[in-house]
T-cell receptor, first 114, second 116 residues
Framework: DQQVKQNSPSLSVQEGRISILNCDYT??????FLWYKKYPAEGPTFLIS?????DKNEDGRFTVFLNKSAKHLSLHIVPSQPGDSAVYFC?????????????FGKGTSLLVTP | EPEVTQTPSHQVTQMGQEVILRCVPI?????FYWYRQILGQKVEFLVS????????KSEIFDDQFSVERPDGSNFTLKIRSTKLEDSAMYFC??????????????FGPGTRLTVL
């Protein structure tokens, strides 16, 4: 079953504009959420995370927002750059400490055009 | 910057053969994982490993799969009798819980397994 959903398979944004990638989840036990970026022929690269006690976490151009009541999170990239073009995966876990499985969405392919 | 490495990058095998996928986790990490991604599908959790024991495993991780940490640096995934549906990208990951802190899993570049 799809516990983490990324309903937009692709997104195209102009360089310098904001990219907003969305993610929904169904399991209310999820407590920790991560975004990974993946280039072709490479493994997922960690971008940013947020635990359920927060509703926002910011790291440079990347900000993740969490709405627990809606079971929704989003990743904002501002300003978007051509090098941001990649597949972005949302992942969730019931625990924030080590040893537990990450549940991944299917990914959103972001294309940033010059 | 420390990184997870995996070998080989691509493995081709015949159905029914055994394969061993190798990973070198980040050196001070204590938790190790295997995930796989079948073409066109999401990344799926297989197993996590800590202190020479399996911590958690998914339904996919049946008796044909096994994991081992044969020495202080390597972490391996063995598939005893490969099936066509085992063809996928296999990712190793590692993490280091600092005790009460949040955990981030760092992934290797993957091994593409092709079963013919």
């Amino acid at each position: 079953d799809q516990q983490v959903k990324q309903n937009s398979p692709s997104l195209s944004v102009q360089e310098g504009r904001i990219s907003i990638l969305n993610c929904d989840y169904t399991n209310s036990m999820f407590d920790y959420f991560l975004w990974y970026k993946k280039y072709p022929a490479e493994g997922p690269t960690f971008l940013i995370s947020i635990s359920s006690i927060k509703d926002k976490n910011e790291d440079g151009r990347f900000t993740v927002f969490l709405n627990k009541s809606a079971k929704h999170l989003s990743l904002h990239i501002v300003p978007s750059q051509p090098g941001d073009s990649a597949v972005y995966f949302c992942a969730a876990s019931p625990f924030s400490n080590s040893g537990y499985a990450l549940n991944f969405g299917k990914g959103t392919s972001l294309l940033v055009t010059p | 910057e420390p990184e997870v490495t995996q070998t080989p990058s691509h493995q081709v095998t015949q159905m029914g053969q055994e394969v061993i996928l190798r990973c070198v986790p980040i050196s001070n990490h204590l938790y190790f994982y295997w995930y796989r991604q079948i073409l066109g599908q999401k990344v799926e959790f297989l197993v996590s490993f800590y202190n020479n024991e399996i911590s958690e495993k998914s339904e996919i991780f049946d008796d044909q799969f096994s994991v081992e940490r044969p020495d202080g640096s390597n972490f391996t995934l063995k598939i005893r009798s490969t099936k066509l549906e085992d063809s996928a990208m296999y990712f190793c990951a590692s993490s280091d819980s600092t005790g009460g802190g949040t955990d981030t899993q760092y992934f290797g570049p993957g091994t593409r397994l092709t079963v013919l």
